[in-house]
């Protein structure tokens, strides 16, 4: 991972100048001299969209009944 370096210094026997992009293992622990450029992505499983239902049956009671008529 890539860091900047925010203060000139030392670490682990080693000069590092102010502005210096610098590389290390996500693993090394460092001071808070170096300041993460680019920060590791998450990458969230994408939600599946949901099934469409079937429509909404009408409830009982505002169903119409149809009256039938005998002609005969």
Sequence with gaps: MKYVVKTTCFHD????KKGETV???SAVV???????VDKPVKQEPKEEPKPKTAAKT???GNQV???VKDYG
């Design 13 to 16: 026997n080693r000069y590092y």
């Design 58 to 60: 009408a409830k009982k």
């Design 65 to 67: 009944k149809a009256k």
């Design 23 to 25: 590389e290390f293992d």
């Design 30 to 36: 460092l001071p808070e001299h170096f300041e993460l």
